[in-house]
C-alpha cells in the first residue's frame, strides 16, 4: 500500500464551532473535547483499513485524524534503539511486535493532547534506519481522532505497559473498536505485504511470524477484544463500519445539539446593548487620540480614500500600533558602553522568544508595521472565514511558528497576533483559542488591531481571556447588520468602520 | 483651526538632569522602559550599523509623529464605506523636511515613512563636516572655508523649494550637541522667510547645554528631543550619548560618489558634495555656467 502513513490528516483542519467540530463556551473554556475512536486488532488485521472506511465515511466532519501507533511502512511510535538493538533490528531479529518496543507513554501522551484540542507533535520513525527521527510531525485541531493501536488494550499484568484499567487512559477512548481476524487470513496479507513491500523472503517472514509475531498476538492482542465497545470483521465490514461512523456522528451531532445556546462569540449572536468602559481595563489600550491619528483615522474611514493612500497610511498606523504595544512586554537592566566610553544605564528586551501571528486575510494589513519595528521573528498565520451557511468562524489553514508547535517552547513565547478589527470577535476569539490551545500563557499575548467595536463581540472576548493584552487605534460605538457588497450574505459591520480593510488593501 | 494638542509636552522630560530648567518649547516622548531600550541599543558602540539604522529609524517615527502633532489640523467630514459620516480633521499646509548634512541623512528615511512624498531639502553647513578632500588632497583644516570674520558655523549649501517660506518646516539633525549647525540651519530657513513659529527641529538626543542655547535664542521653535542625555564633554561630545551618528549610520568613507556639485558663489569654489566629504575645486567660472551648477 503506498502512502501508508502512521499519521494522516483530510485537507486540513478544523472549524472550531461549525457543524461537528470543537465548541467553546462564553467563558473561553472548551466545552467538549475531540471525539477518539480507538480500533486494536492483530498485525495485519485490517485496522487501517477500517480506520479509512470509518474517515471516507464521516466525510462531512472537517477533520478527522488517524493516528497509528505501531504500522508497518510508517510506523510512528517505536521507541528510540539503543545501537543493539539497530543492529538486531537489521538483523530481523529484533520483536517489533512486543509492547515493550512501543513508546506507550508518548502515544498516550499525544491521543491525550489531541483529544484535549491541543497540538502533538507524532514521532518519526524511519524504517530504513530502524531509528525515531529527528523530526516530528505536527497535528492540530482534529475533530474526531482514530487510534490504531496494537497493544494498548492490554492485560493489566504486562509490565511496564499502560493498561486499560488506568480510568484516566480508558477516558481517552470513546470508543473502542477490536478488529477480529483469523490468523490465517493475517498471515497471508502479512506475507503479501512484506514480500511486496520489504522484498522479504517467505522464510525470514515465517520465522519472525512464529517466534514473535503470533505469541504476541495471543498473549497481548487477542485478549483485548473483551474491552471493546465492538468487535469488527476483518473482512467484508462494509456494515460495521457504516455502524461506527453512525455512531461517531450521532454523538457529535448530540454535543453540537446541546451546546448551541451556550455558544460563545458567534457572527449570529446580537450585540450587546450598552458597550463596556474600555477605557478603564488595563489590559487594553487605545492609542491617544492625537490630531495625528484622528487625521489618519479620517484618510482611513474615507471611501473616497485612492488605494495608495489607504495602504500608505495603514502601514504607518500600524507602525504606531505594534510600537505602542511594545510596552506591554517585559524590559530588565542594561548597561552598556557607548562610542565616547561613557557608560549608559539603560534597558533590554526581556523575553526569550517573541513572534507574530497574523489572521488572515485582514490582519496581514498589520504585517508591515508588525516589520518596522520587530525584525527577524518569524509571522504565522491562521486563516479563518465566516461559514457562508451560518457565519460561523471556520479555521481553514494553521502555519505557526515552529516554537508555537512544540508545547514547551509555546509556554516561554510572546505572541503579537494582529487582526484588522475585532466586530463580532468571532475570529479573535478562535485564535486566541487556538494559541491558548498550543500552550501560550494568556498574559503572554497581545492583540494588535486597528479598530474594536463597543457594542461587539469584546465584551465576551474580555471577560473569557482577560489577561490578553489589547491594543487598538480606536473604539467604534457600534455594530450594524447589513448585506455584504456582492454576495448579499447577512454580515454586521462595524459603525462608522474602515469597511472592509483587508479588500482595500489588497485589492 | 482645531487648538493643537500635543499628546505630551516636557513634563515628560526623561533625562537625570536639568528637568525642572528644560525650556518650555521643549517637548520629549514618553520616558517608557521600551524607549530606553531602543536607546541602549543605538548607544551601544558595539551595536552593528544594520541594528543601529533599524532601531534609531524606530525612534525617529515616533519623533515625527510627535512633531506632526504640533502642526495644524481642520475639521473635516468623510462618508466611509459603510454609509456612515464621520467627522474627522484633515492635514493642514504643506510640510517641507530639512535635514542638517550628513548626520540628518540617516532621519530621512523615518520622516518619509510617516510623512507620504514629502520633499526634503538639505542643508551643509561647514562644522558639519569632518573635513575636506581639497585638489584631490584630504584636508583637515577648514581655514579658508569659515568664515573669518565670526568663526562661527558657515553655510556651504541649501537647496530649498521656493515656496518654502509657506510651509511648515521639519528640520531633521540627530545629535543636539553645542547647537551651532542647528542655530545656523534655523538662520539660513529665516533668511529663506521661514517663520521660527512654522519651525519643529526633531532630533534623537540633545545636550542640556545645547537645549538651553538654542531655545533661548529660538524660544518660539518647538524641539521634539527623544532623550537629554547628561551633558557635553571637554571635545563637545555627548555624554553618554551615542558617539558620532552620522559615521556610524552612513557608508564607509571610501564609498565616495558625488552626489550634488556646488558652487560657493562668495569664494568661487565649486563643491562636490560627496558621502563624506566635499571636493573642492578653485575654479574661474563665467557667469553663464554658473546656473549649470546650482
Known amino acids: 500500500m503506498a502512502g501508508h502513513h502512521g499519521l494522516e490528516f483530510l485537507p486540513l483542519p478544523i472549524s472550531v ?29 485490517g485496522k487501517t483499513h477500517v480506520a479509512r472506511q470509518i474517515v471516507k465515511s464521516l466525510g462531512s466532519i472537517p477533520t478527522v485524524l488517524i493516528l497509528s501507533q505501531a504500522n508497518y511502512s510508517f510506523d510512528s511510535f517505536y521507541k528510540y534503539h539503543t545501537p543493539e538493538e539497530i543492529k538486531l533490528a537489521f538483523e530481523s531479529k529484533f520483536d517489533f511486535d512486543h509492547p515493550q518496543a512501543i513508546d506507550m507513554p508518548m502515544f498516550a501522551a499525544c491521543l491525550g493532547d489531541l483529544k484535549a484540542c491541543r497540538q502533538a507533535n507524532i514521532p518519526v520513525y524511519s524504517f530504513a534506519e530502524h531509528q525515531r527521527l529527528d523530526e516530528s510531525k505536527y497535528a492540530y485541531g482534529a475533530t474526531v481522532i482514530i487510534g490504531i493501536f496494537e497493544i494498548i488494550l492490554t492485560r493489566p499484568k504486562a509490565e511496564g505497559i499502560m493498561a486499560l484499567h488506568d480510568p484516566a487512559l480508558r477516558d481517552l477512548y470513546d470508543l473502542k473498536v ?8 493475517m498471515l497471508a496479507r502479512r506475507i503479501a505485504r512484506d514480500v511486496n513491500e520489504r522484498g522479504r523472503s517467505v522464510d525470514g517472514i515465517l520465522e519472525q511470524y512464529l517466534r514473535y509475531v503470533k505469541p504476541s498476538y495471543d498473549n497481548f492482542v487477542r485478549p483485548t477484544a473483551v ?11 462494509a456494515v460495521a463500519i457504516d455502524l461506527i461512523s453512525t455512531h461517531t456522528r450521532r454523538k457529535l451531532q448530540e454535543r453540537s445539539n446541546s451546546f448551541r445556546p451556550k455558544m460563545a462569540a458567534s457572527a449570529l449572536n446580537p450585540p450587546t446593548v450598552l458597550g463596556v468602559p474600555l477605557e478603564n481595563d488595563p489590559n487594553l489600550m487605545i492609542l491617544p487620540s492625537t490630531p495625528q491619528l484622528k487625521g489618519i483615522f479620517t484618510i482611513l474611514r474615507s471611501k473616497d480614500t485612492s488605494s495608495q493612500d489607504f495602504i500608505f497610511f495603514t502601514d504607518r498606523l500600524s507602525t504606531l500600533l505594534v510600537e505602542h504595544a511594545q510596552q506591554f512586554l517585559p524590559y530588565s537592566a542594561q548597561s552598556v558602553i557607548t562610542p565616547v566610553d561613557a557608560e549608559s544605564h539603560g534597558k533590554k528586551l526581556d ?63 510572546w505572541v503579537f497576533l494582529l487582526d484588522a478589527q475585532i466586530g463580532t470577535g468571532a475570529a479573535a476569539f478562535m485564535s486566541l483559542r487556538i494559541l491558548l490551545d498550543h500552550g501560550v500563557k494568556q498574559d503572554h499575548i497581545i492583540f494588535v488591531t486597528f479598530l474594536i467595536a463597543r457594542t461587539g463581540g469584546i465584551t465576551t472576548l474580555r471577560r473569557a481571556f482577560p489577561h490578553v493584552k489589547i491594543v487598538c487605534g480606536t473604539v467604534d460605538k457600534e455594530m450594524r447588520e447589513g448585506n455584504e457588497h456582492g454576495s448579499g450574505r447577512k454580515i454586521w459591520a462595524m459603525e462608522p468602520g474602515i469597511g472592509q480593510i483587508g479588500d482595500r488593501y489588497y485589492l | 483651526m482645531i487648538p493643537n494638542a500635543p499628546s505630551h509636552n516636557h513634563t515628560h522630560a526623561n533625562s537625570s538632569a536639568n528637568n525642572r530648567t528644560l525650556p518650555p518649547s521643549v517637548f520629549t516622548l514618553p ?11 543605538i548607544r551601544n558602540k558595539d551595536t552593528s550599523r544594520g541594528d543601529l539604522l533599524f532601531y534609531s529609524d524606530r525612534i525617529i517615527r515616533l519623533l515625527v509623529e510627535e512633531g506632526l502633532n504640533h502642526l495644524p489640523v481642520i475639521k473635516k467630514s468623510v462618508v466611509t464605506p459603510t454609509g456612515a459620516t464621520y467627522d474627522g480633521v484633515g492635514f493642514e499646509g504643506k510640510i517641507c523636511g530639512v535635514s542638517i548634512l550628513r548626520a540628518g541623512e540617516a532621519m530621512e528615511a523615518g520622516l518619509r515613512e510617516v510623512c507620504r512624498s514629502m520633499r526634503i531639502s538639505k542643508i551643509l553647513i561647514k562644522g ?45 539633525d540627530p545629535m543636539l550637541a553645542t547647537g551651532g549647525s542647528a542655530m545656523k540651519a534655523v538662520d539660513v530657513l529665516m533668511e529663506h522667510g521661514v517663520g521660527e513659529e512654522r519651525i519643529i527641529f526633531i532630533n534623537l538626543i540633545s545636550s542640556p547645554e545645547g537645549l538651553k542655547t538654542f531655545c533661548a535664542k529660538f524660544p518660539r521653535l518647538k524641539v521634539i528631543t527623544g532623550w537629554i542625555d547628561q551633558g557635553l564633554n571637554e571635545k563637545a561630545y555627548i555624554i553618554p550619548g551615542l558617539g558620532d551618528f552620522g559615521e556610524r549610520s552612513g557608508s ?43
Not at chain 1, 472548551?30 to 480500533?39: C, E, M, P, S, T
Not at chain 1, 518596522?372 to 509571522?379: G, L, T
Not at chain 2, 520616558?31 to 541599543?41: C, G, K, R
Open chain 2, 252 to 294: 564607509v568613507e571610501q564609498e565616495w560618489g558625488w552626489e550634488e556639485m556646488v558652487f560657493d558663489g562668495s569664494t568661487g569654489r565649486i563643491a562636490w558634495l560627496a558621502r563624506h566629504s566635499i571636493f573642492v575645486h578653485d575654479a574661474t567660472l563665467d557667469d553663464a555656467s554658473v546656473p549649470l551648477f546650482l
Open chain 1, 351 to 413: 523575553v526569550e522568544r517573541l513572534c507574530g501571528v497574523s489572521i488572515q486575510r485582514s490582519g496581514s494589513t498589520l504585517e508591515r508595521g508588525f516589520r518596522r519595528v520587530i525584525n527577524n521573528v518569524p509571522v504565522g498565520t491562521l486563516l479563518i472565514q465566516s461559514n457562508s451557511m451560518d457565519g460561523e468562524p471556520l479555521l481553514l489553514h494553521v502555519k505557526l511558528p515552529v516554537f508555537l508547535r512544540r508545547r514547551s517552547s509555546a509556554e516561554n513565547t
Open chain 1, 17 to 45: 464551532s461549525a457543524k461537528g467540530g470543537i465548541r467553546y463556551g462564553q467563558d473561553g473554556n472548551r466545552l467538549h473535547d475531540a471525539f477518539v475512536i480507538g480500533i486494536g486488532g492483530g498485525s495485519a488485521s
Open chain 1, 227 to 237: 474491552f471493546a465497545d465492538i468487535i469488527v470483521p476483518g473482512q467484508n465490514n
Open chain 2, 128 to 172: 558639519a563636516l569632518k573635513h575636506l578632500v581639497y585638489m584631490g588632497r584630504r584636508i583637515n583644516s577648514w581655514d579658508g572655508f569659515q568664515d573669518e570674520e565670526t568663526a562661527q558655523p558657515k553655510l556651504f549649501y541649501s537647496k530649498f523649494p521656493q515656496d518654502i517660506a509657506k510651509r511648515y518646516v521639519l528640520l531633521l
Open chain 1, 178 to 185: 477490536f478488529v477480529q481476524c483469523d490468523s490465517d487470513l
Open chain 2, 31 to 41: 520616558p517608557t522602559a521600551q524607549l530606553e531600550a531602543l536607546y541602549t541599543i
